[in-house]
């Protein structure tokens, strides 16, 4: 199924991302050429096939867990802020929420 | 003074010996970063200040040891590049984009905090491609890395400006990362040493992250035993990234000797099909000519199907703009780095800093990861790409049953012109095509030069190898230089 411009649109919106009309008039063409090639694998046969999801090597998924739930060391309030583009009263400021 | 003709082991052993100083070296490394910068765009920041305290701090302590050489550090007075998207405290970190700017980040990574120890010299953050997504480096919002070679072409990507730096002469030894050949594809189009260890191999806290189940922190050299060298201190389990393995960390270096170059015994796999179509001439007669000296060093060469390998691209492109439409959800205006001005209310001072502050190529990444993990679309697009990684993987297990490392190109073609596929986003795509099995399977892969082309550019071939087996492509690599020394040099180099 091809996209089109109001695919990429919601698209977009659903990336909370802006989009204007002339990179709508690019990514449209693109992105619709990037996902009929990536429809190849429509031809692979993949019943029974587990998905590859986790560490990749036996070794790395069994380390691939939680860690005990014990307090360590963090970065703490001030650096935790510093970079921050607002902060006001410990806290990162942002625009009116509703 | 440079250090562009020593390995490191022989320039840390001239400054720990007292033949020359850290100072002096890391002086050197700083003026050709800022000379060359000029010409070849690589660094993002060069911290000239913090470089030289640190170079001055390790020459006093070198001194206070009074001359005890077993205890000086690997890597003491050594200087080195790290990709702008490793966590440096104290240094910017940009990502190549607008979005982080001049984000200084409170911590460092651990790949970072390894290095230190060992007693490196950060002298700078490289130029890459905007959050490591690119093969070219036009993607970066600071402009493109120029290749040494030819300042009219790309040095690959995406970490172009760390395998820039190690080409020119500037640092023995750059930091990188590859999520689907970026370290190996710009160290093939610059003529240096680019390693991808094994998933799990180093610890990606501190990298920013793209594709958490690709990304992998990737290490450049003029020569694979330096790269050994540095592996050997990077590596290894960190508590900080649960996906590093409890897998202990070898010698590396051990028996990369200047006699080793025997390699009776040892099996290399030749993958005919991957040697077809799109592949330039030249970049087949001189890998083929590779294949050929190791056959004369007594290797076996043996032929390997990788069937699923002609659908590697299109995997790749599914899970690695899934993955980074997730991960790059955090570039929000809220907690640090660029907030559009004047927007009244939060989801559009979302919108708008996200519109203003990624460029084309990531923005197209992240929507069509939205488009492929939303709703409805799932199943027929990440979950198939899951399931067709796995028989890739499969083929791999596979083919390592009958040899020991995989060779094939490390890019279909040596350097092209800077806005030659700016436009295609697809042609760009079709850049990785030998380079990202290795991240979808997880495995290692090293790049290594071969010779150059008809216009003097660097061509690279790659070696695959099971989990783990750094060691194995260490020695494979290791031989080849041993047999036929690259020893040429870009016209944009220090000693130029």
């Known amino acids: 199924m091809p996209i089109t411009e109001t695919d990429v649109e919601k698209i977009a919106h659903l990336a909370h991302m802006e989009i204007t009309p002339e990179e709508l008039k690019i990514f449209a063409p693109q992105m619709a050429d990037i996902v009929a090639y990536v429809e190849q694998l429509n031809e692979v046969a993949i019943a029974n096939v587990e998905p590859s999801l986790g560490g990749l090597t036996p070794e790395g998924k069994a380390t691939d867990s939680a860690r005990d739930d014990v307090a360590t060391p963090s970065l703490g309030q001030e650096l935790a802020l510093a970079e921050a583009p607002e902060a006001a009263a410990g806290h990162f400021r942002v625009p009116k929420v509703l | ?496």
């Open chain 2, 1 to 496: 003074m440079t250090p562009v003709n020593d390995d490191i082991e022989a320039l840390k052993n001239r400054i720990s010996s007292g033949e020359t100083t850290a100072r002096a070296v890391v002086e050197s490394s700083v003026d050709a970063a800022e000379k060359l910068n000029e010409p070849l765009n690589a660094f993002l920041q060069i911290d000239r200040n913090g470089a030289m305290t640190r170079a001055e701090e390790i020459d006093k302590s070198l001194w206070s040891q009074n001359g005890d050489g077993t205890s000086v550090p690997a890597l003491a007075g050594i200087p080195v590049a790290i990709k702008d998207n490793i966590c440096v405290r104290g240094m910017q970190t940009s990502c190549g984009s607008r979005i982080l700017g001049d984000y200084h980040p409170p911590y460092n990574a651990t790949v970072i905090d390894r290095l230190l120890a060992a007693g490196a010299v950060l002298v700078g953050k490289t130029n890459c491609d905007e959050f490591a997504m690119g093969s070219s480096n036009e993607n970066s919002a600071f402009g493109p890395v120029k290749n040494p070679w030819d300042t009219s072409r790309v040095p690959g990507g995406s970490s172009g400006g760390s395998a820039a730096a190690v080409a020119a002469g500037i640092v023995p030894i750059a930091l990188g990362s590859d999520t689907g050949g970026s370290v190996r594809q710009p160290a093939a189009l610059c003529g240096v040493v680019g390693l991808k260890p094994t998933y799990g191999r180093n610890s990606r806290y501190g990298l920013v992250a793209f594709a958490s189940s690709l990304d992998q922190v990737g290490i450049f050299g003029r020569n694979t035993k330096d790269v050994a060298r540095v592996l050997g201190i990077v590596s290894g389990r960190d508590t900080h990234d649960a996906t590093t393995a409890a897998v202990p960390v070898p010698n590396y270096t051990a028996g990369l000797t200047n006699d080793a170059n025997d390699l009776k015994g040892a099996r290399i796999g030749f993958p005919r099909s991957l040697f077809g179509d799109g592949l330039d001439t030249e970049v087949r007669a001189s890998v083929e000519a590779v294949v050929d000296v190791y056959r004369d060093l007594g290797a076996e060469v043996v032929d390997v199907e990788l069937p699923n390998a002609k659908y590697s691209i299109a995997v790749y492109y599914i899970i690695a703009t899934a993955e980074a439409s997730s991960n790059l959800a955090r570039f929000d205006g809220a907690r640090y780095g660029y907030r559009a001005k004047d927007a009244p209310e939060l989801r559009q001072m979302y919108r708008k800093t996200r519109e203003e502050g990624f460029g084309a190529e990531v923005k197209r990444r992240i929507m069509l990861g939205t488009y492929v993990l939303s709703a409805g679309y799932y199943e027929a697009y990440y979950g198939k790409a899951q399931q067709v990684r796995s028989l890739l993987k499969e083929d791999f297990s596979k083919a390592f049953e009958s040899c020991d490392a995989i060779i094939t190109p490390t890019s279909p073609t040596p350097a092209f012109l800077i806005g030659e596929k700016s436009d295609d986003p697809l042609a760009m795509y079709l850049n990785d095509i030998y380079t990202v099995t290795a991240n979808l399977a997880g495995i290692p892969g090293i790049s290594v030069p071969c010779g150059l082309s008809s216009n003097r550019l660097p061509i690279g071939f790659q070696l695959l190898g099971a989990y783990w087996s750094e060691p194995t492509l260490f020695k494979l690599a290791h031989a080849y230089e041993m047999a036929r020394p690259f020893t040429e040099r870009p016209p944009i180099c220090v000693d130029n």
